[in-house]
């Protein structure tokens, strides 16, 4: 029972256009989402997160929304450009049975077009 | 700085052997989390250890296991392996305990299991 999907497996964009990567959590005790990005033979990068007491936070072109009613968060690219092609992964984080326990997307993998 | 440095970067085991996974984190960083990626299932918590004690703990069987040393270097540990063990498996280090904070991923140990 996945708690953290990501539905799109795939995303493409044409650069200078906004990526919308979307992911929807189960969980009402996350507290706490993490995107980060993974290019090929490297592991993960973190990219930006936020925390459940706001609902959006942006650093750069990156900005991450998060719908607490609807448990769902996404994270908007504007512009896009080809070096962001790589795949996405969504994280949350709560506690469980008194144990941090972070939990991960299956991954969108974005292609931006020149 | 340094990069987290896993070692080794690729594996290749016989079902039922054990094998040691180690993982250098950033110099300074006090814990480190371990995952284990496979395409069916994504990337997935296994523990996490900060100054030498494990602190969190994924829904893995206990042949999976691990330490971390005092200057916190970390490894793990699979026994009576399986073919299902096929996996990358990264960790992760980080300055302070818990999900809710930027995690520094290594490349990852590709272990094969035949």
């Known amino acids: 029972d996945q708690q953290v999907k990501q539905n799109s497996p795939s995303l493409s964009v044409q650069e200078g256009r906004i990526s919308i990567l979307n992911c929807d959590y189960t969980n009402s005790m996350f507290d706490y989402f993490l995107w980060y990005k993974k290019y090929p033979a490297e592991g993960p990068t973190f990219l930006i997160s936020i925390s459940s007491i706001k609902d959006k936070n942006e650093d750069g072109r990156f900005t991450v929304f998060l719908n607490k009613s609807a448990k769902h968060l996404s994270l908007h690219i504007v512009p896009s450009q080809p070096g962001d092609s790589a795949v996405y992964f969504c994280?949350?984080?709560?506690?469980?049975?008194?144990?941090?326990?972070?939990?991960f997307g299956r991954g969108t993998s974005l292609i931006v077009h020149p | 700085k340094a990069g987290v440095t896993q070692t080794p970067r690729y594996l290749i085991k016989t079902r039922g052997q054990q094998v040691t996974l180690s993982c250098s984190p950033i110099?300074?960083?006090?814990?480190v989390s371990w995952y284990q990626q496979t395409p069916g299932q994504g990337l997935q918590f296994l523990f996490e250890?900060?100054?030498?004690?494990?602190?969190n703990k994924g829904n893995f069987p206990g042949r999976f296991s691990g330490r971390q040393f005092s200057n916190s270097r970390s490894e793990m540990n699979v026994s009576t392996l399986e073919l299902g063990d096929s996996a990358l498996y990264l960790c992760?280090?980080?300055?302070?305990?818990?999900?809710?904070?930027?995690?520094?991923f290594g490349q990852g140990t590709r272990l094969t299991v035949v």
């Open positions: 994280a949350a984080s709560g506690r469980s049975g008194g144990s941090y326990i972070p939990t």
């Open positions: 110099s300074g960083h006090r814990s």
């Open positions: 250890y900060f100054s030498e004690t494990q602190r």
């Open positions: 992760a280090s980080s300055y302070r305990q818990g999900m809710n904070t930027e995690a520094f």
